[in-house]
């Protein structure tokens, strides 16, 4: 289990680079892609454990593993779309525009660039990685635990960020739905409850993610100025009462 779980942290590594390095060539700027705030992306780490316990035994025959890979793969990216959206009531990401797409989860495009990832994965960095864990064998039990527990941190404040990302969208559509833009303190008051869970702070995963926000752009700024000024409203209320006390 402890192998097991170093190599999805390796694999998680190794996809953020491809993920980072490709999204960079495709806007040609810098891109920081992953839901995590470390250099991981878990669901190429999760693909490669996939693929490692399903083809590995498939060698001999380098199309099927091809096949095989791009299929898993491609079930992967498709349910974890549609579970993120299920949960975080935003689409991370969407392939409409791409010829051969389904649901805009997957496209044709990417699945043979999975494909292919199948077979280095299998046939060049499977080997390399098992070496390289034998070589670290003897501390490999305090790795793990330094490892495991700087994860589960990541993985817990990132959650914490898509959630506040979650319900500042879901009062950013409001905004949109509602009209009410214009009598700012109307709609604070109606939505007091998710105004009280929403960071002023903007969210890095709309950078990260572009597509989640793409057409709310203008109600999430709206969105930003009432935050603010509800927070200072707030300060004022604060300090007339203690001048009251006094």
């Known amino acids: 289990m402890i192998y097991l779980f170093l ?3 390796i694999y998680s590594f ?3 680079i491809a993920e980072v390095i490709y999204c960079s060539f495709i806007q040609k700027k810098f891109v920081n892609r992953g839901f995590l705030f470390g250099p991981l992306c878990p669901i190429y780490g999760i693909g490669a454990i996939l693929m490692i316990n399903s083809l590995s035994n498939l060698k001999e025959s380098p199309v099927l593993v091809f096949f095989l890979g791009m299929i898993i793969t491609s079930c992967l990216e498709y349910y974890t779309s549609y579970i993120f959206e299920k949960i975080f009531n935003n689409k ?3 392939y409409s525009e791409k010829p051969d797409n389904i649901n805009g989860r997957i496209c044709l495009s ?4 999975f494909g292919v990832g199948g077979l280095v994965v299998i046939y060049l960095l499977e080997p390399i990685i098992n070496n390289f864990l034998n070589i670290i064998n003897p501390n490999i039990n305090i790795i793990f635990i330094i490892i495991l527990i700087v994860f589960i941190i990541d993985v817990l404040f990132s959650i914490i960020i898509a959630y506040n990302l979650r319900n500042k969208l879901i009062v950013a559509e409001e905004l949109k ?3 009410l833009m214009m009598i700012p303190n109307l709609f604070i008051k ?3 409850k998710q105004f009280n869970r929403i960071k002023i702070k903007t969210n890095r995963l709309i950078k990260n993610y572009p597509n989640l926000a793409k057409d709310l752009r ?8 009432m935050l603010i000024d509800n927070k200072n409203n707030k300060k004022n209320v604060k300090k007339t009462s203690k001048s009251r006390k006094k």
């Open 14 to 16: 190794i996809g953020y």
């Open 218 to 225: 203008k109600e999430l700024m709206i969105l930003k100025d």
């Open 190 to 192: 109606n939505h007091q």
């Open 177 to 179: 739905v509602e009209k």
């Open 110 to 113: 990417n699945s043979i660039l």
């Open 92 to 94: 991370w990401w969407d």
């Open 7 to 9: 190599k999805f942290i």
